[in-house]
C-alpha cells in the first residue's frame, strides 16, 4: 500500500548539478530513514546519502561534499542535490525508505521506481 514516487535525474554535463525528489504515499505517517542509492551495472547497489527523523545522515564518501540529501519528515519527503557532478555518478539511482520495527535487525522498506542520472564528459 506505501509506495515511494520519486521524480529528477536526466543528463547533465561534468560539474552540473541536478536534484532529485521523492515523496511517500500510503497510510505510513513516517520512516525512520530515507535516503538514496544508486545501481550500476556489474556493481551492487550502493547507499548515495540517507537521513534519519534525528537529522543524521550517511553519505557514500565519495559524494561528501558535493552531495546533500534534505528531508521532510512530515510530509516524508525526501531529496537529493548534486552539485560538481562527475562521469562516475552516471547510474540508476533509487529512493529507498525504512521503517524499523523495534529493532535495528528488523524493517520494512519500500523502493521507488528508480530515475537515470547521466554525467558526461
Known amino acids: 500500500q506505501v509506495r515511494l514516487v520519486q521524480s529528477g535525474g536526466g543528463e547533465v554535463q561534468a560539474g552540473g548539478s541536478l536534484r532529485l525528489s521523492c515523496a511517500a504515499s500510503g497510510d505510513i505517517l513516517s520512516f525512520n530513514v530515507m535516503g538514496w542509492y544508486r545501481q550500476t551495472p556489474g556493481k551492487q547497489r550502493e547507499l548515495v546519502a540517507t537521513k534519519n527523523t534525528r537529522g543524521g545522515t550517511n553519505y557514500l564518501d565519495s559524494v561528501k561534499g558535493r552531495f546533500t540529501v534534505a528531508r521532510n519528515g512530515d510530509e516524508n519527503k525526501v531529496y537529493l542535490q548534486m552539485n560538481s557532478l562527475k562521469p562516475e555518478d552516471t547510474g540508476v539511482y533509487y529512493c529507498?525508505?525504512?521503517?524499523?520495527?523495534?529493532?535495528?535487525?528488523?524493517?520494512?522498506?519500500?523502493w521507488g521506481q528508480g530515475t537515470l542520472v547521466t554525467v558526461s564528459s
Open positions: 529507498n525508505a525504512k521503517l524499523f520495527t523495534g529493532t535495528f535487525s528488523k524493517y520494512f522498506e519500500v
